[in-house]
């Protein structure tokens, strides 16, 4: 098992930035594939950015490319994600999620635990 914490989000103004962070606790993190998703209302939950056992590789949604940077530290089992020039479509609740595998990084399927989400408010 895997226990996921989120943390850092807020009420924010558009063009503003924010980072969220993802503390987990139980197996060692670095076995773990970590994803940023996105759930709005009324709306899918959509994948935002993910990144590999090790960092050397990230990837992003279209849509938050170039604004967002998804990172991680081992030594201190999280994740982050810093967002930048915030938009109002980017308000959601922003999930942490952790799996085994990276196949497909960008399917929520892929991922075996979640952490309980955390609120990003964008006002225009």
């Known amino acids: 098992q895997v226990q996921l914490v989120e943390s850092g989000g807020g009420l924010v103004q558009a063009g503003g930035s924010l980072r969220l962070s993802c503390a987990a606790s139980?197996?060692?993190?670095?076995?773990?594939?970590m994803g940023w998703f996105r759930q709005a209302p009324g709306k899918e939950r959509e994948f935002v950015a993910a990144?590999?056992?090790?960092?050397?590789?990230?990837y992003y949604a279209d849509s938050v490319k170039s604004r967002f940077t998804i990172s991680r530290d081992n030594a201190k089992n999280t994740v982050y994600l810093q967002m930048s020039s915030l938009k109002p479509e980017d308000t959601a609740v922003y999930y942490c999620?952790?799996?085994?595998?990276?196949?497909?990084?960008?399917?929520?399927?892929?991922?075996?635990?979640w952490g309980q989400g955390t609120q990003v408010t964008v006002s225009s």
């Open positions: 999620a952790a799996g085994y595998s990276g196949t497909t990084y960008f399917n929520s399927n892929e991922y075996d635990f």
């Open positions: 990144i590999s056992w090790s960092g050397g590789s990230t």
């Open positions: 139980g197996r060692a993190f670095r076995n773990f594939y």
